[in-house]
């Protein structure tokens, strides 16, 4: 039996088509001798269209009709080809087709390897405009679901993706590391948290970080040092700041610099390295670990535990082999492994004071020896300030600020990155300036690979 509904709808379909066929060649004019009223006429498009377009109006791609340009504003306010009839009319039509069928062909068109090469090659040409796109997606995100959710979903989405490549990753946290805008930035965070005056400038910073170690006179492989605060109880000024490389500035710790070099001379003088001054006074006493909290961390680092209670006793109340420090009222030395690589075994350890286990940590004993005598070469020489219980400690009490004022400055400084956020993805000129320096750094990477 043949289905009455479907004779009419093709019939609707083949009306529609025929009004596009009859109209095709129709545009419209504005009268001059008439007051703004529109007359309709059949010419030819690609002559008389671009002197109507300078009137204000706009040939249709479909059925060649000139409209007024606010027939060509689509929902998002953008200018469509086709008038607002073609697109009601075509919106009849599409009504009839089968949508299904139609993605189902769709997808076997995206999926042919012609047409991912064509839509990569265009990606590639016009990659502003990709970046584009996905900050107005993201716009769009943020509009729909608020920002906390939109963040709260990126989070999720940025983590499967670390967890899916990880080796990505790596590259990633590789790149932060090797980047000055990100150490710098880190320094300034540092700074705030420690509640320190920061004064260097983006332009000191790399003055200072390019240069040589203060102490040792090396720059680490990746082209720049970090910086270190000669003396811990200032801030970030650019005279109490000096480049610093990675072991010296974990091994000075919160020293100030004239201690530090004093401790180097006196552990290479007790080792027999050179012959030199003994500064005992600037390593701090310390009441040491007991046996059991040796053992209950190494238990829990899965650190390999073998000595009995009795060789821990034994071996503390020795000299640190560092720099020869004894155990007294004052203070008790503990024990440190010479081969980090290995447990706490007998042949293993060491009497090690608190201070000299800090800064050897798990580098290597003669390595650390002679990155020792490399700072003591550049150093012989210089005038020694006098040392006080407060700058003798590789670990001191920093200045931080209380928790809750901790707690409430990251609370501030999330609403204003929200709040910049908002504002960067609502702002057309940050949008289209961002994609372009999105495209060109793109460009440059390759340009260098």
């Known amino acids: 039996m043949i289905n009455s509904h479907a004779i009419e709808n093709e019939m609707s379909l083949e009306n529609t088509l025929s009004e596009f066929t009859l109209t095709k060649n129709l545009i419209c004019t504005a009268d001059s001798n008439s007051s703004g009223s529109m007359t309709y006429k059949e010419v030819n498009p690609s002559i008389e269209g671009e ?91 943020i509009e729909k679901l608020g920002l906390e959710e939109y963040l709260k979903k990126q989070a999720e989405q940025a983590k499967k993706w670390r967890d899916k490549n990880k080796e990505k990753q790596e590259i ?23 509640n320190l005056d920061f004064e260097v400038t983006f332009d000191d910073y790399v003055k200072i970080v390019e240069s040589n170690c203060y102490y040792c006179g090396i720059i680490q492989e990746k082209g720049f040092n970090g910086i270190d605060r000669k003396d811990q109880k200032l801030g970030y000024i650019l005279e109490n700041c000096v480049s610093c490389c990675k072991i010296c500035n974990y091994m000075k710790g919160s020293l100030c610099a004239s201690v530090f070099v004093k401790r180097i001379e006196h552990i290479l003088t007790y080792n027999k390295k050179i012959v030199g001054r003994l500064y005992p006074d600037c390593f701090h006493n310390h009441k040491g670990c007991s046996y059991d909290a040796y053992r209950n961390r190494a238990i829990k680092k899965q650190i390999e535990f073998t000595l009995s209670e009795n060789d821990y006793n034994n071996i503390t109340l020795g000299c640190c082999f560092m720099c020869g420090k004894e155990t007294d009222e004052n203070h008790k030395n503990g024990i440190d492994r010479f081969d980090n690589n290995n447990g706490y075994e007998i042949n293993n350890v060491n009497c090690c004071c608190g201070e000299c286990n800090y800064m050897k940590k798990d580098y290597n004993y003669n390595a650390i020896l002679d990155k020792f005598s490399m700072i003591y070469e550049i150093h012989k020489n210089d005038v020694m300030e006098n040392i006080d219980d407060e700058n003798n400690r590789v670990i001191s009490k920093s200045n931080k600020k209380p928790k809750p004022q901790v707690i409430e400055n990251t609370k501030i400084r999330k609403e204003r990155q929200q709040k910049e956020l908002k504002e960067r993805y609502n702002n057309e000129e940050y949008k289209v300036n961002r994609s372009l320096e999105i495209a060109k750094s793109r460009k440059d990477k390759k340009e260098t690979i």
């Not at 009839?85 to 139609?102: L, M, T, V």
């Not at 990633?172 to 420690?194: L, W």
């Open 172 to 194: 990633i946290n590789e790149n932060k590391k090797n980047s000055k805008t990100q150490n710098f930035n880190v320094y300034k965070r540092s700074a705030e948290y420690k």
């Open 51 to 141: 002197n109507l377009h300078l009137q204000g109006c706009k040939p249709c791609t479909f059925c060649h009709k000139e409209y007024p340009m606010d027939n060509f504003k689509g929902m998002r306010q953008t200018i469509t080809k086709l008038c607002i009839a073609c697109r009601e009319r075509s919106k009849i039509y599409d009504k009839g087709r089968n949508k299904e069928h139609r993605k189902e062909i769709a997808r076997k068109n995206e999926a042919k390897p012609e047409r991912k090469a064509v839509k990569a090659k265009w990606s590639e040409n016009n990659y502003e405009k990709v970046a584009k796109r996905w900050m107005n997606y993201r716009q769009r995100q």
